[in-house]
């Protein structure tokens, strides 16, 4: 399946998506339908104005440098450290500081309340520290038991 429209970069920088057909070429902003769940499926290029100005059902679909520019801006839009373990926490009481490890290096979050922990699905965690950095638990059971039974204390 061919892409409609070419993907660049202009002189600042911003990713531009330019039409096959020779349309104006427009600056966009890929945004992931669901950032969560698929990392490289239903992507979103969206106009200034906030309008859709592209779809891309999967990633793989695109020309090498097409999709390591989405790639990249998406890397530089989102940024959601995975924790894989919690090294401590400061108290049990909440707001509380907690030391993890995470797929980015060791990190500290603020966790203002137990309602900062949402569960987004039967293994998955979305932790939203004080400082609005959200941090992921993808998979609640790959977590080590210590880690499991500070959070079971929050839940």
Known sequence: MSFP????RNAYGRLICTPADGGPAE???PVRAFP?????????LVGPGG????WISRL???????????????GHREFMPEIQRI???????TPTTWTVRTNRGEARL???SEQDIRRISQSKLLISD???IHFLIRDLERLDRASRRILDRFL
């Open 5 to 8: 429209y070419t993907l660049s």
């Open 27 to 29: 600056e966009v902003t």
């Open 36 to 44: 969560i769940d698929t990392e490289s499926e239903d992507i979103s």
């Open 51 to 54: 309008h859709e100005v592209a």
């Open 60 to 74: 793989a679909d695109l020309p090498p440098e097409a999709r390591e520019l989405v790639r990249e801006e998406l």
């Open 87 to 93: 090294v401590q926490v400061a108290s049990y009481v």
């Open 110 to 112: 603020w966790l203002k």
């Open 130 to 132: 004080g400082h609005g």
